[in-house]
């Protein structure tokens, strides 16, 4: 069964701060695996996807990095407007995505 | 592009009644998904549609769910005979058609409370 953990639950920062956001996972046979950014009242919001080891992408302030065994989401000097729960999700060629339980990101200004 | 979109985004129903919600996909994605999102934690998937074709549904939809796509545009999930363990975010995604795994695009739910 594919399993999905995301550390740490919660997560306080300074504005200008960085830090990183993990991601480790458990699959059969990963796909792709998926960041998305959620704030509250609202859906997931796509930011990017990973499909092997060794894969990073960049969105602004966010990098996402992939390895055999876990994702990172590197958030590089952070602003206020980036407070919100990120979601981590694997696809193992089964069709629905698994989501871990994200992590609550507050930067403070 | 304009996004998934569902109705009604509230809903607030007594134990027992019936209820029904609506997804509207970005137009051109043949695949939707249906999943359910308490708090604190990330959703948990429920049902998959490739056009109006149900592939998939997962042992958390007991028989009081059901889903249908006619025509494989929208999508309705209706919920009968609701209890309170059925509260929660209810979130509709689309995506595209092609070859390879391809990122999933959600509306912002309908969340229900059963009183």
């Known amino acids: 069964e594919d399993q999905v953990t995301q550390s740490p639950e919660a997560l306080r920062l300074q504005e200008g701060e960085s830090s990183s956001l993990n991601c480790s996972y458990t699959v059969s046979g990963l796909r792709g695996l998926f960041w998305y950014r959620q704030d509250p009242g609202k859906g997931p919001e796509f930011l990017f996807t990973?499909?092997?080891a060794g894969e990073e992408k960049e969105k602004e302030r966010l990098k996402a990095t992939l390895t055999k065994k876990e994702s990172f989401l590197h958030i590089t000097a952070p602003k206020p407007e980036d407070s919100a729960t990120y979601l981590c999700?694997?696809?193992?060629?089964?069709?629905?995505?698994?989501f871990g339980k994200g992590t609550r990101l507050s930067v403070i200004a | 592009d304009t996004g998934v979109s569902q109705n009604p985004r509230h809903k607030i129903t007594k134990r027992g009644q019936n209820v029904t919600f609506r997804c509207d996909p970005i137009?051109?994605?043949?695949?939707l998904y249906w999943y359910r999102q308490t708090l604190g934690q990330g959703p948990e998937f429920l049902t998959y549609?490739?056009?109006?074709?149900?592939?998939?549904k997962s042992r958390l939809l007991s028989d009081r769910f059901s889903a249908e796509r006619p025509k494989g545009s929208f999508s309705t999930l209706e919920i009968q005979r609701t209890e309170q363990g059925d509260s929660a975010m209810y979130l509709c995604?689309?995506?595209?058609?092609?070859?390879?795994?391809?990122?999933?695009?959600f509306g912002d739910g309908t969340r229900l409370s059963i009183l």
């Open positions: 137009s051109e994605h043949n695949r």
């Open positions: 995604a689309s995506s595209p058609p092609g070859q390879g795994v391809k990122p999933q695009h």
């Open positions: 999700a694997v696809n193992s060629g089964n069709t629905p995505l698994v």
């Open positions: 549609f490739q056009n109006e074709a149900q592939l998939e």
């Open positions: 990973l499909y092997s």
